[in-house]
């Protein structure tokens, strides 16, 4: 990627990992919008990356925020779609030690052409609806004229945090939304991912400790939508963009998140079959010794599938797998070492057991090293 830096602002042109929300870096299980699970998406950005002061300053307000134009992957298309995000978060400064933040960060599929439903409207008036979130025009499927057209989808994102000597809290809410029940009535009432983070600066045994705790059981109720309700969020799904919230096979939010397929339910093809899920995240890093670092992960879920399916299962009077919840165990270990200055050898174990996904484990073995081509003077 290129990046451009001027003043405040930056612009991007390539392929970047978009650290957009308030997760923890280091230890967290990923964020309900954009995690580092799938390879970036191609695309342009603009906008303040980082905090910084505004004309709201008085009332000890600074913002970030961007947006973006990317280009999906084909996948089951025959034409690949666009992806449209943008955000804006707002931070108060609540003392000199603590503040609290608050943003948005919307995301939507639109454009390309699928098999089932052919040539999607793509010109640049269909742009600026995806962008003001406006219905489609005669031209398109009935559906998209009723509602907004494209598939958005995005997270309200509440953050707490507090630094005081060495120590450093961080408290977050990330609550997801498929339509405007969940982003603006809230009406999938607590889904989401809560997280707490605790930092110190000294070299110690433990010196990051994080727990998160995801939910996504409500989704606004287990119905489809009527001429009075708006329906089942079915996470990261989509009627049109039937591989959902995916990036070459691979889920672009929450890797907890996972696909499948059932042959003439939601799709024919890979679909997000599991997104209703319960689960614990705990993460741990520190020191061994000066020159050995250490960093352990270990997720425990209960993963219930997608209410679309289980309510198929059940009027055909199948068994639906899952259920009564799938128990899935994740983890991982890692030792970093530091043999010279520029150069790190890394080796880590991880492991997947349980119910949802066959057995798999794996070791990566790295080397890194870090030069530069400039000279540094005193």
């Given at each position: 990627f290129i990046r451009l830096h001027k003043r405040d602002f930056t612009l991007t042109i390539g392929r970047?990992?978009?650290?957009l929300s308030n997760e923890s870096k280091l230890l967290s299980s990923g964020s309900l919008a954009i995690s580092n699970n799938a390879l970036p998406i191609p695309s342009i950005s603009f906008g303040i990356n980082n905090f910084s002061p505004t004309y709201l300053s008085k009332f000890n307000l600074i913002l970030k925020g961007g947006?973006?134009?990317?280009?999906?992957?084909?996948?089951?298309?025959?034409?690949?779609?666009?992806?449209?995000?943008?955000?804006?978060?707002?931070?108060?400064?609540?003392?000199?030690?603590?503040?609290?933040?608050?943003?948005?960060?919307?995301?939507?599929?639109?454009?390309?052409?699928?098999?089932?439903?052919?040539?999607q409207s793509q010109q640049f008036s269909d742009y600026l609806k995806i962008v003001f979130l406006r219905p489609g025009s005669n031209k398109d499927i009935e559906q998209e004229q009723i509602n907004t057209l494209g598939n958005h989808l995005g997270i309200w994102d509440?953050?707490?945090?507090?630094?005081?000597?060495?120590?450093?809290?961080?408290?977050?809410?990330?609550?997801?939304?498929?339509?405007?029940?969940?982003?603006?009535w809230l009406l999938n009432r607590f889904d989401g991912l809560y997280g707490i983070e605790l930092i110190s600066k000294d070299d110690s045994f433990i010196n990051k400790f994080l727990y998160e705790y995801i939910n996504t059981m409500n989704q606004s109720g287990s119905f489809g939508a009527t001429d009075s309700t708006?329906?089942?969020?079915?996470?990261?799904?989509?009627?049109?963009?039937?591989?959902?919230?995916?990036?070459?096979?691979k889920v672009i939010g929450?890797?907890?998140?996972?696909?499948?397929?059932?042959?003439?339910?939601?799709?024919?093809?890979?679909?997000?079959?599991?997104?209703?899920?319960?689960?614990?995240?705990?993460?741990?890093?520190?020191?061994?010794?000066?020159?050995?670092n250490y960093k352990i992960l270990f997720t425990y879920s209960q993963n219930f599938g997608i209410f679309s399916d289980m309510n198929r299962f059940k009027n055909e009077k199948k068994i639906y797998k899952f259920e009564n919840g799938l128990i899935q165990r994740s983890g991982l270990v890692q030792l970093q070492m530091k043999y010279i200055n520029k150069l790190d050898f890394e080796i880590s174990y991880a492991i997947d057991n349980g119910q949802l996904l066959k057995l798999s484990k794996s070791i990566l073995i790295a080397i890194n090293y870090n030069f530069s081509l400039n000279s540094v003077s005193k």
């Open positions: 970047v990992n978009k650290s947006i973006s134009h990317g280009w999906l992957n084909k996948d089951q298309y025959l034409e690949a779609p666009f992806l449209h995000q943008k955000n804006l978060f707002f931070k108060k400064q609540l003392n000199s030690s603590s503040s609290i933040s608050l943003g948005i960060i919307h995301l939507a599929m639109w454009g390309g052409s699928t098999k089932v439903h052919g040539k509440l953050a707490y945090e507090k630094k005081q000597n060495n120590f450093f809290l961080k408290l977050y809410y990330q609550h997801p939304f498929e339509d405007e029940s969940g982003a603006r708006y329906g089942w969020d079915n996470y990261y799904n989509h009627y049109i963009y039937q591989s959902g919230w995916t990036y070459y096979n929450n890797p907890l998140f996972t696909l499948g397929s059932n042959k003439g339910s939601y799709s024919d093809g890979v679909y997000i079959v599991n997104n209703r899920i319960k689960a614990h995240h705990l993460g741990l890093m520190g020191n061994l010794t000066k020159k050995i």
